[in-house]
C-alpha cells in the first residue's frame, strides 16, 4: 500500500503564498495520477488540483484556477501544490492522494482514490 507524506503547510496571510509537497513511497508513482483536497473544518472534503501520471493533463477547481498550480517529479516520487494569492477561504487541511487504478484519468470524487496521506493544515489570515 502506497504511502503518502505531505508537507509545505503553514500560516500565512492572504495575498501570500505556499508549495505543498507530497512524497510517495514505492515504485509505480509514475504510473498513478495525483490530486490534491481540501477539507475545511464542518465542511466536506473537496477536489482542488489532479494531474495524470506523466504530468501533460492537470485539472483545477473553479475557484483556484490561475491562483494554484499542481505538478509533479516522478524521478522524486513526488507531487507538488503551488499556491499563490492565498485568499482566507482556502483555510483547510489539504491532502495529496493517489486513484485506485493505474493509468486512470483522475476524478474529483475522493471516493475513488485509495491512498491519501495525513494530511497538511493551510491557514491564511486575512
Known amino acids: 500500500q502506497v504511502q503518502l507524506v505531505e508537507s509545505g503547510g503553514g500560516l500565512v496571510q492572504a495575498g501570500g503564498s505556499l508549495r505543498l509537497s507530497c512524497a510517495a513511497s514505492?515504485?509505480?508513482?509514475?504510473?498513478?495520477?495525483m490530486a490534491w483536497f481540501r477539507q475545511a473544518p464542518g465542511k466536506e472534503r473537496e477536489f482542488v488540483a489532479a494531474?495524470?501520471?506523466?504530468?501533460?493533463?492537470?485539472y483545477y477547481r473553479d475557484s483556484v484556477k490561475g491562483r494554484f498550480t499542481i505538478s509533479r517529479d516522478n524521478a522524486k516520487n513526488t507531487a507538488y501544490l503551488q499556491m499563490n494569492s492565498l485568499k482566507p477561504e482556502d483555510t483547510a487541511v489539504y491532502y495529496c492522494?493517489?486513484?485506485?487504478?493505474?493509468?486512470?484519468?483522475?476524478?474529483?470524487?475522493?471516493?475513488?482514490?485509495?491512498?491519501w496521506g495525513q494530511g497538511t493544515q493551510v491557514t491564511v489570515s486575512s
Open positions: 514505492g515504485r509505480t508513482f509514475s504510473s498513478y495520477a
Open positions: 494531474i495524470t501520471w506523466g504530468g501533460g493533463n492537470t
Open positions: 492522494a493517489r486513484p485506485s487504478a493505474m493509468f486512470t484519468v483522475p476524478a474529483p470524487r475522493p471516493g475513488l482514490y485509495a491512498g
